[in-house]
């Protein structure tokens, strides 16, 4: 093929892709995929999910990343993913689907759905897309009623590994989880998701062990698999190392510097300050003083 024909060729076709917003996205990030390496998690939680995957030596298994993204951006299962696990991603924002489904075309073993999970859908779900009922990695961000949908998960299956986000915000020793509603929009605020005692509050008792938090990311490990390689920290602790004291964080959690008085706070107090700001959302949510 002549040079100018083929330069003719290559420019139309970059033009086609650019002019395509998740085209776009999907070359600019294909490109950076060829080095699954590189960790696109915010905070670094890829780099702490590979981290106990390894020490537990789960070469291969299956991974349900829930909140999934676009598969690039804010993912810690990716390299996961990259590396022939089998697994279920779902996203239900249609742009980010869009460009989850054009990065994770070539990954044979992982089945995308485009849906809002609920503590109402998700068995069905599971049973749908076949997800074992011992599986290797649980990775949930849906920016609400996270720990109702993992409380439902965890009537049914057993997951080795459960990472969600957590509301950094809410100091230890204060129970608070966003209700499940149909209508429920996250706003970009304060309000989402639940507590890290709340999350310790509900998973601890299913004979996990809280590894660590990481900003907010909460890790918890299934104890018969991990025996003594792991150590059960308070939630204190794991808050207070993994954020409160947290290199740099912030800077990367400045906009949380309105309410960071909150930390230096007794819970009971704390939770009448934590009544005013989410005063819009009154009967959205449950708080309460929590020994976990």
Known sequence: MPIKICKNFVRQYLKKILNNENERFGFVYYGKMKNSSIDTSSTGERKNLESIVKTLNLDKGFCVDIGANDGFSNSCTL?????????????????????????????????????????????????????P?????????????????????????????????????????IFFSVRFAEDHIFRGDHFFGASISAVCEVIKPKNYKLWKVVYNNAFFIDAEVCNDLIIDLPSLEAWRIGYKEAQDREKLFHFNSDVDYWMNLEPTYAIR????????????????????
């Open 273 to 292: 300050e934590i009544n005013k700001i989410f005063k819009i959302y009154s009967g959205k949510y449950d708080i309460r003083l929590s020994s976990y």
């Open 79 to 131: 390299g996961l993913f990259s590396n022939s696990w089998r697994g279920l991603a779902i996203e239900i924002n249609p742009k980010k689907f869009a460009t989850l489904s054009y990065l994770y075309k070539s990954f044979e073993n992982v089945t995308l759905l485009k849906l809002g999970i609920q503590p109402r859908n998700i068995l069905k779900v599971f049973e749908a897309c076949n997800v």
């Open 133 to 173: 009922q011992k599986f290797e990695v649980l990775n949930i961000d849906i920016d609400s009623y996270d720990l109702e949908v993992v409380s439902t998960i965890l009537e049914h299956y057993r997951p080795k590994i459960i990472t969600m986000e957590i509301n950094e915000k809410i100091v230890p020793g």
